[in-house]
């Protein structure tokens, strides 16, 4: 699975989670992605200083990275920055 498609896969998963009325995914499938995401975001040496978390104290709620307790993004989290290698 490339990470496109991990990326792809685990955002449709969460779209179905969160009610939209799309097919459920395959457990299998939605298993796998996690686990490669595991595997992506703890091999990457720049992913390993960051930290993610939704702040549901503001109107919309905010997806926000922090890089070594430093706030770098608060958005929406399909705007967030990408991780580099």
């Known amino acids: 699975m490339t990470s496109d498609q991990v990326v792809a896969l685990l955002k449709q998963h969460n ?3 969160r009610g939209e ?3 459920q995914l395959d457990p299998k499938d ?3 992605a996690i686990d490669a995401a595991i595997h992506l975001l ?3 040496k720049s992913a ?3 930290t993610f978390r939704w702040n549901h104290t503001t109107k919309p709620s905010l997806f926000e990275v ?3 307790g430093v706030l770098i993004h ?3 989290y399909n705007q967030a920055p990408a991780i580099k290698p």
Request: glycine content about 10%.
């Open 15 to 17: 779209a179905w989670r």
């Open 21 to 23: 009325e799309i097919p």
């Open 30 to 32: 939605v298993g796998e």
């Open 42 to 44: 703890s091999s990457r």
């Open 48 to 50: 390993k200083n960051l």
């Open 66 to 68: 922090w890089e070594n």
């Open 74 to 76: 608060a958005g929406p």
